[in-house]
């Protein structure tokens, strides 16, 4: 590590660093492979082959430098000015894994992958700052490249020589961000009010598969609707805060936060031939009749976020901190399709004794969210009509935590942190519908921070979840987890809870 720094106090600065490392991954020059070709991007293997011994070695390992520099000015004004710029090159052998087959069902294959990455970054920014306010503009520039975008190696799922599959890897990317920010404090009421906003933009161009190794050792055609996929995602953010403290034992903050991901990247669709393996189903998200064709989602979303927070003091050795959050997201998803979060909380903090500070926090989830599933997905898999994802589902959430630190001697600390949630899921019936965590957490430190200090942990976290299931349901009646089981003949549905 070098880092060269200089400048003029109050006139300008500068500063040249190199960083270099080396990452090992544990086996170094003792890895082994069954492949040949270790380094390049076509990996050739015969299988069987169940003599580790005669397997070829390879260093798993890859070399890390960034290496940079910055230049400010301001000229003793409260105007500046600073530009930095840097490159990160990754270079080496990292293991990937891959998947026999056609599915993860047939098992995995660890392959060693050449890394070759170089990463530039450019910026600019130029504001202004002073006692009472800071505003800034910056721009952003990095681009992402790798010599190495596609990877063939023998899936010897499907036996016999040259039959290579191929592994698509990080393709390059160019990612572009202007962002403006800034705060205007010493406003009545000892406020301080804070915003940036931001608008970033990340494409890129791969060339989309023609053919793909499938079933019975073959490579049909994927049948894409374009030879090119185009990525195009932009962000934009906005956020603004207002930090106050009015009295002398109260302090306030308003905050609100948006943001916005638009996707407008190549939607490609895949029309395979039936029968070769390269189908997927409604269960996927890829097709919505089986052997239709397969549509990848785009994802976006829009979120909102805001809220307010409040904090007094009683006295000396107690504060009471309480707040309102409310969070709307709308995100392109196959079922839940936004949800509205809202949470109140409470925490009231004990500092009267000098050696022991307590906190004790309550807090209420409220989750509604918009469920809609196409008809043709329903009519694939009659059970998604009562299926509930927990990660999205309506709930109602209780959460307390309790927090003592306590310092009985000089030099030792200790701390004890217990939670409870319990998560109430509405309206599922098949899936998740209550589950409840505790979590313990203690801590031991002792010694003279600027000397030695020795510090021990441990938690333990106990987590019980109920939920409802139902399997064999081929038409939307015997997939209703109200309807009796249907058992009478062997394959016939039936429920379990």
């Known amino acids: 590590f070098l880092d060269f720094r200089g400048g003029k106090y109050g006139v300008f600065k500068y500063q040249l660093y190199d960083n270099e490392l ?43 430098r960034d290496l940079g520099g910055m230049f400010e000015i301001s000229a003793n004004t409260p105007w500046y000015f600073r530009a930095e710029a840097n490159e990160v090159k990754r270079s080496g052998i990292n293991v990937l894994a891959a998947s026999h087959g056609t599915s993860p069902v047939s098992g ?13 970054n450019y910026s600019a920014e130029g504001g202004y700052a002073s006692k009472r306010g800071h505003f800034a503009v910056n721009y952003m520039q990095s681009r992402f490249t790798n010599d190495n975008t596609l ?55 791969v ?35 207002l930090s106050s403290h009015p009295l002398h034992d109260l302090d306030t903050r308003l905050y609100w936060n948006w943001a916005h991901e638009k996707n407008d990247s190549t939607q490609v669709i895949f029309r395979p031939a ?32 805001y809220g307010v927070e409040a904090g007094y003091r009683l006295n000396r050795g107690n504060r009471l901190t309480g707040g309102f959050d409310y969070y709307d997201i709308s995100r392109d998803r196959i079922d839940f399709h936004g949800n509205q979060d809202r ?23 409220e989750r509604r969210s918009d469920w809609a599933v196409p008809p043709a997905v329903i009519a694939f898999n009659p059970t998604e009509n009562y299926v509930r994802r927990y990660d999205l589902a309506n709930m109602n959430q209780d959460l307390v935590k309790a927090v003592l630190d306590f310092q009985p001697a000089p ?52 987590l019980e979840y109920n939920s409802t299931h139902r399997s064999g349901g081929t038409t939307l009646a015997n997939s209703d987890p109200n309807a009796a089981p249907n058992n009478t003949a062997p394959g016939a549905p039936f429920s379990t809870i």
């Open 22 to 64: 080396r990452h090992n991954f544990g086996s170094g020059f003792g890895a082994r492979s069954p492949y040949s070709g270790i380094g390049g991007t076509t990996l050739t293997a015969i299988f069987p082959n169940g003599t580790p011994s005669a397997w070829n070695s390879f260093d798993h390992s890859y070399s890390r």
């Open 274 to 305: 039936a029968g070769t393996g390269l189908l997927g189903g409604a269960s996927s998200n890829c097709s919505n009749t089986g052997p239709a064709a397969c549509v990848p989602e785009l994802f976006g979303y829009k979120k909102n976020n």
């Open 108 to 120: 995995f294959v660890d392959l060693p992958t050449p890394i070759d990455y170089t990463t530039m």
């Open 151 to 205: 990877l063939r190696w023998t899936n010897g799922f499907f036996g016999g020589a040259g039959l290579y599959d191929t592994t698509v890897l990080a393709p390059s990317n160019d990612f572009t961000r202007i962002s403006a920010n800034g705060n205007l404090r010493k406003l009545p009421g000892d406020s301080t009010l804070a915003g940036r906003v931001t608008h970033s933009k990340l494409t890129n161009s």
């Open 343 to 365: 949470k109140i909380y409470g925490e009231w903090k004990n500092s009267s004794l000098d050696t022991l500070t307590a906190r004790l926090k309550y807090q209420y989830l």
């Open 411 to 462: 030099f030792l600390d200790l701390g004890i942190e217990a939670i409870y949630k319990k998560n109430d899921y509405k309206d599922t019936a098949l899936g998740r519908v209550n589950d409840d965590r505790q979590e313990y957490y203690v801590s031991l430190s002792y010694g003279d921070p600027k000397k030695f200090r020795v510090m021990v942990f441990g938690d333990i976290e106990f």
């Open 207 to 241: 060339a989309v598969q023609g053919t793909m190794l499938s079933t019975g050792g073959t490579t049909p055609a994927t049948a894409a609707s374009s030879p090119v996929f185009n990525g195009d995602i932009k962000y934009t953010t906005v956020s603004l805060s």
